[in-house]
């Protein structure tokens, strides 16, 4: 079976995404944030868009906690931050966490109607794209969430898109690529494959290291370090929610 491969340096009306099998990317932080609580033992994860959808989900499911960020910082409501590494130094066993960001849950929640989706970055790159290639779907979309609440492109995610279109190219060799798959790809070979010189370029990252959070970028750049895989379901109530594969909701 041929399978297409398209690239959102943004991301695209819901309709685009359907019939698709759709891979999500915010590498600083939202899917990052993903791999290292599900690596850590979390349960679920619920992306929603903003904090009064948040803080009434929190409330509304049992010992929940909510995580996220304003401007790159945790706000009052918060139970914690928006920081990969801050949950990698916990025990987040068995979580159940409501997350809010500016760009990347809110692109997750418009991927519900794809045939399938998942929340993917750097570290579990190959783990995710095997994943995508064994599903029924002809197309396969990349999706960047971008700045700004996802009106303007980011070197990060437009780097991993290209990262993951290298890949496709591998392990399906027959792939057709559309435009965006290849600008991404130049991209990603521009940066010589490197993510620290591609971090190192981001205008979004340059605010992350005044605010001193260096260490997520060595976290987000180490390639394949996992081997999650982070699937995107309806819950009993058809909110959104984020899984461990194979881990279904009941």
């Known amino acids: ?3 297409e491969v398209e690239t959102y340096l943004q991301p695209p009306p819901a309709s685009a995404l359907r019939g698709a099998s759709v891979i999500v990317l915010d590498i600083f ?3 990052t944030v993903h791999a290292a609580l599900f690596a850590g033992g979390a349960t679920a994860v619920y992306p929603v868009a903003d904090f009064p959808t948040g803080m009434a989900l929190r409330d509304a499911i049992p010992a929940s906690r909510l995580i996220g960020e304003v401007g790159a910082l945790p706000p009052p409501e918060a139970d914690f931050g928006n920081s990969p590494t801050e949950f990698e130094a916990m025990d987040v066993t068995d ?3 409501v997350h809010v960001t500016s760009n ?3 692109t997750l929640v418009g991927a519900l109607e794809a045939e399938l989706a998942l929340s993917a970055c750097l570290r579990n790159m190959t783990a995710s794209l095997e994943y995508a290639l064994d599903s029924d779907a002809e197309r396969v979309a990349i999706v960047c969430s971008g700045d700004h609440g996802g009106t303007a492109p980011s ?3 437009a780097f991993a898109a290209g990262a993951y279109v290298a890949r496709i190219r591998r392990l399906a060799p027959q792939a057709m690529l559309h435009g ?3 600008l991404a790809l130049r991209l990603y070979q521009a940066y010589g494959r490197s ?5 190192a370029d981001s205008p979004h990252g340059d605010h992350l290291k005044r605010l001193g959070f260096d260490a997520d970028f060595r976290y987000a750049g180490d390639v394949d370090a996992d081997s999650t895989v982070i699937a995107l379901n309806a819950d009993h109530s058809g909110r959104p ?3 461990r594969v194979p881990a279904l909701l009941h």
């Not at 993510?195 to 971090?199: I, L």
């Open 155 to 157: 070197v990060e995610d």
């Open 195 to 199: 993510p620290a010189r591609a971090f």
């Open 180 to 182: 965006g798959a290849r």
């Open 95 to 97: 979580w159940t966490v």
């Open 241 to 243: 929610v984020l899984q």
């Open 1 to 3: 079976m041929s399978i």
């Open 104 to 106: 990347g849950t809110r």
């Open 29 to 31: 932080r939202a899917t």
